[in-house]
Structures are given as C-alpha cells and as structure tokens.
C-alpha cells in the first residue's frame, strides 16, 4: 500500500518522524511536508510565489520532501508532481498538540488531511494533546491498527481527525468515536515594542468555555481515550439551507 506522510510542524519535527517510520514498517511511504513550522495555517494554498521542493536526509538516508509551502500544498504538489502514483491513504502528524473542537478550523495538520479526501484520497490527520510532553511512541503504534482497518475496508474516502491523550500507553483507557466540539477562548494581544520603538501585538489567550459529553472529542482526550472524529469540508449548514427557503430570497 502506498502512503502519503505529512504534516504543519515541519518536516523536522519528531511526529512526523515517528509517524513515517512507524507506517514504513508495513507501507511504501513519501514524506511531503512543509520545510518548517506552518502550525494554524489553515487551508492556506500558495499561488502567487513559485513552490520549491528540496531532498531531505536524515542519518544519511533519504527521508523525504521538504516544500516552502503550507500543509495544504504538500498534498497538492505530492498528488500532482512528486508521486508517481495516487497515494491509498494520507495521514497528517503526528502533531505536537490537540487539534479538537473548533482548533481544527485553524489547524494545518487537519487541512492537510482535508486536502487529501478533496481529491478523494482516504485521508487521517493524528494529533497528540499535550504540547512539549508529548508522547508520540503510543501514536505511531496506533496508527498501525488504525492503517490496518482501513486497508480491510478498502481505503474508503473518508477523512477522519484522531486526537490522542498524552499519558502513558497502559493508561489510555480506549476508543471513542466522537463529535467536534465547541472551544471558546478569549483573546488577549499583548502590546510590546520591538528595539526600534515599533509597536506590534502578540496573541494569547485562554480556554474560558468547552462544551462537555462523553461524545465530546475533546471530553475523550481529557479523560484519557483516543478521540476518532469523522469530518467534511462540506460547509453547507442544511437545516438553515431548508429555513432561507421561505424567506423569499429567489424571489
């Protein structure tokens, strides 16, 4: 089977590192990623600046492709230019925090998957919930039985978000299948000045609300179980689509 690696924290970074080797074990692997962090990009695409891809080694091995784009790029020019043939499955991470409820409107890690079910590719962006103590060992692990079912089901096109606690693996009570929850923060700026006296803003913010429930994906990870949330792009809202039909707006 022929797999698609990539992800937003870059293609140096230590998930997408376990994440590759881990699926190199039973697959045929490309690793496209960005040539550093593009972390909350979004589904951000380059299309007035040239997308230059370089060869990366690591341990004086080739390890993949290193692209000056964003994570949605990586998919596109992997499809389109690098690989010879259509990837089975693309798996985005393994990254460096949660990407749960509405985080994953903002996350590069889950629009790359996005990418790839776009074009019709089984597509799974993997995220580990703690920044800077993340354990990735776990994550590679899971994937394997996670590529495994999928390979059963013939690589359907879905696109599914997978978050996981990061505890210790005897710790992980299990699975959920989950829905995307509701994260509210509030924003703060912090106003500096750089040495030359100009002023710029540095976001912050904290978690001041979350929607709870045990089908909750971010409920899940918080106590301690491997959240598989199912996704689309499709932004229709139906329910209000049937409502606007009776305010006359065709008319």
Known sequence: MRV???NDDGIHAKGIEVLAKSLGRIAEVTVVAPEIERSAVGHGITLNNPLRVDKVYKSQKFFGYAVNGTPADCVKISVGAIMEHKPDVVFSGINNGANTGTDAIYSGTVSAAIEGAMVDICSVAISVSRVG?????YAGEYVLKLIETLAEKGFPKLLLNVNIPSIPADEIKGVRLTR????????????RQDPSG???????GELTDSEEGTDIDSTAVKEGYVSITPIHYDLTDEKLLEQLRDWNFEK
């Open 133 to 137: 103590g993340s354990r990735f060992d």
């Open 180 to 191: 995307q929850g509701r994260v509210r923060f509030r924003d703060y700026f912090d106003k």
């Open 198 to 204: 100009r002023t710029y803003y540095w976001l912050t």
């Open 4 to 6: 698609l690696v990539t």
